[in-house]
T-cell receptor, first 117, second 112 residues
Framework: DAGVTQSPTHLIKTRGQHVTLRCSPI?????VSWYQQVLGQGPQFIFQ???????GRGNFPDRFSARQFPNYSSELNVNALLLGDSALYLC????????????????FGPGTRLTVL | DQQVKQNSPSLSVQEGRISILNCDYT??????FLWYKKYPAEGPTFLIS?????DKNEDGRFTVFLNKSAKHLSLHIVPSQPGDSAVYFC???????????FGQGTRLTINP
């Protein structure tokens, strides 16, 4: 079975540009979450989507936005890129709404490595 | 604000011995704690979890202990194997906020 897939694997942008990152969840999973991992730190929560609606948002500026499509895939958009946005962006999918831990686990994709120059 | 801390950035253990990774948290609410393992160029992989109503959960070579009075949890790996070399993250699942809060990670190296 295919796991969580993300594209692209690597991306180089310059300051001020816009970027779109894509995620396809595990088949049958309805919830997608996005995390940012900067070097030397643990992943930080950005967004969670469930059934195409935003269900959770982390402490990130409005330059970050996301959406979920009817097939449960998701896009993360970042506008007006800053050097500090350079990080590994991780997508995680779960069967249902994360928060029912006895029945649900978040499975992570390999991530997209974004470098902002 | 919820915080999860892993104070040891790295740990080196001899193959066959026990590896103990530690994690501290600040949140007092009922929550769920998880350990993830991460290899380079891969996403974190779920290892084991524990509910805050329990003190211990075991899965094969992996055991997680939760000390609620000390707000501390630990992951024990025994016996340690070379394939266990990776970065380990502890995380708290914040119910209601629907998010995982991760520690900074501990790089575990198993020496032959």
């Amino acid at each position: 079975d295919a796991g969580v897939t993300q594209s692209p694997t690597h991306l180089i942008k310059t300051r001020g540009q816009h970027v779109t990152l894509r995620c396809s969840p595990i088949s049958g999973h309805k919830s997608v979450s996005w995390y940012q991992q900067v070097l030397g730190q643990g992943p930080q929560f950005i967004f969670q989507y469930y059934e195409k609606e935003e269900r959770g948002r982390g402490n990130f500026p409005d330059r970050f936005s996301a959406r979920q499509f009817p097939n449960y895939s998701s896009e993360l958009n970042v506008n007006a890129l800053l050097l500090g946005d350079s990080a590994l962006y991780l997508c995680a999918s779960s069967l249902d709404l994360a928060g029912a831990p006895s029945t649900d686990t978040q499975y992570f994709g390999p991530g997209t490595r974004l470098t902002v120059l | 604000d919820q915080q999860v801390k892993q104070n040891s950035p790295s740990l080196s253990v001899q193959e066959g011995r026990i590896s103990i990774l530690n994690c501290d948290y600040t949140n007092s609410m009922f929550d769920y704690f998880l350990w993830y393992k991460k290899y380079p160029a891969e996403g974190p992989t779920f290892l084991i979890s524990i509910s805050s109503i329990k003190d211990k959960n075991e899965d094969g070579r992996f055991t997680v202990f939760l000390n609620k009075s000390a707000k501390h949890l630990s992951l024990h790996i025994v016996p340690s194997q070379p394939g266990d070399s990776a970065v380990y993250f502890c995380a708290e699942l914040i119910q209601g906020a629907q998010k995982l809060v991760f520690g900074q990670g501990t790089r575990l190296t198993i020496n032959p």
